[in-house]
């Protein structure tokens, strides 16, 4: 194990903090209990305990940097970064630890602003970056021991986080496990009413940890996190709030955190128009507008007081009631029935329609063109399982047929005719669609143009062990295509692919790096439409997920079908 006498101030710090961390070495408590009480020290609690979730708050392009020690080499070690307000920026590197220091010293540890100036000069060994909003980890089986350094950035506004750094993952398992099939099912749909089922976590009933669900409903978007869920819901609940411009005072102002100032005007010399805090005043949404409620152990419940033809979205978390930390369902969302009960739905030219269709329900929808025409374009795009789409011209049959994915079918035009068609879920759980029909060109549409085979092609004979050669259609009209590569495990299958990936979501939900790149393509020729890519920069013997997205004029995104490709393990 590595000597640190050069960080001794360092771990005593760490151990006033990390009341659950293993394996700690003993401490001089008269000397540890005379640095506490020295504020110089101390004015920033920037030590991450060991297996404990912490909270923290970012000022919009403020960094802030966190550190723990890792005392012994071939320590397994995980972190996790829970963004709760917006986007984050975070970095974890292992900084270099100074020499013992030499027989002529005098022994005695160096000045802590000394060794902090020794941190921040050498910015140490990169081991990970992540940027996006969802919740991401760091998991590495055996680490070297050391000062560990944890940067985080908010580059979009003041936002808070949550973090949580352990040495065994193994036993701690701080948050519960999701189940096999992690998505939440609607099970009943009324006018003011919505039934959610989802499975139950192995970590109530086969760990016998104490697990609670709440759920959370908004008419807005999905949540990744409880952590962004409860942000949205009040601000009060933040860990830190920034200041407003407008007031004259600092974000460590006691009546920034909520205390009532005292009689003298404190409140007054420092802007404020009362002496008194109100607490009604703080900007929190409607209750009508989300609601978070926790339901115990049950695994199905109805949301009651909504709103008739209105979505809503909900989600469902997992909840260790003894730590407190949570895992986020995959959320779903639903529209309540109208109260006229209107049964068709009516499709505008050239316009996209959200459509939610429950477990085994159907949904008509009706198009009727105002101007003649000599052909209809049809997108359905069915984001999760496949549904079966059944075409009608003025009650004549036109196509019947099942569709996963995307699907473009041209359907010939008649003067004055109208369409009617018959949406069928699937029999495993709720479905939604995005559903487009046009008489407009194909370059005024917001979807872009597809080929009739939107699969991906790969070559064997082209693999290599660091390369993949893949070609897939393109059309006439000139689209930008974006490829995307992502490294998954070897039993990765459809089936998991089918319930890990919303179909709908666009290349803007991908990382940055798992970008190959993004180039445009088209052919006067649908015989010589194709177009092939090599993607290099691969590992031998590792399976990778690709996905093609093409991008229409107006933003709107199309994915291919997924290629699962795997590289040669010898070469």
Sequence with gaps: MRQCKGWSLVLLMLLGLRSLAQKLPTRDEGL???????????????????????????????????????????TPLSVTVTPCDAPLEWKL???????????????????????????????????????????ESYVATSTPSGLYQLELLSTE???????????????????????????????????????????????????????????????????KSMCAAEAKISAEDAFMLAPKPVRDFSPFDFVHFGFVPSENGFGKDRGLTSNKISRAHLAKPKMSDIQKLCIGNKNIYTVSDLKPDTQYYFDVFAVNSATNTSTAYVGTFARTKEEARQKTLELKDGKVSDVFIKRKGTKFLRFAPVSSHQRVTLFVHSCLDAVQVQVRRDGKLLLSQNVEGVRQFQLRGKPKAKYQIRLRGSR???????????????????????????????????RTCSSVTVAWLGTQDRNKYCIYRKEVADNYGEEQRRREQNQCAGPETRRKSEKVLCKYFHSPNLQKAVTTETITGLEPGKTYLLDVYVVGHSGHSVRYQSKLVKTRKYC
């Design 32 to 74: 540890f209990q005379m640095q506490i009480r020295d504020k110089s020290l101390f004015h920033d609690s920037s030590v991450i305990p060991d297996g404990a979730e912490i909270s923290g708050y970012l000022f919009r392009d403020t960094p802030k940097r966190y550190y723990f020690v890792v005392e012994e080499d071939n």
């Design 93 to 135: 590197t292992l900084q270099e630890l100074p020499e013992e220091s030499s027989g002529e010293g005098s022994g005695e540890p160096e000045p802590l602003d000394q060794q902090k100036q020794q941190v921040t000069v050498d910015e140490g060994t990169e081991l990970f970056t992540y940027k996006g909003n969802d919740v």
């Design 157 to 223: 506004k003041d936002s808070n986080f949550k973090v949580y750094t352990t040495t065994t993952p193994e036993s701690d398992q701080p948050y519960p496990e999701l189940p096999y099939d992690p998505r939440v099912d609607v099970t009943g749909l009324g006018r003011t009413t919505v039934t959610l089922a989802w499975k139950p976590t192995p970590t109530g009933f086969l760990m016998g940890q104490p697990v609670q669900y709440c759920v959370v409903i908004n008419k807005e978007h999905n949540f």
């Design 428 to 462: 495993k759980g709720a479905s939604t669609l995005k559903v487009l029909t046009t008489t407009r060109p194909s370059s005024k549409q917001p979807f872009p143009s597809l080929p009739e085979d939107t699969r991906i092609k790969a070559f064997d004979k082209l």
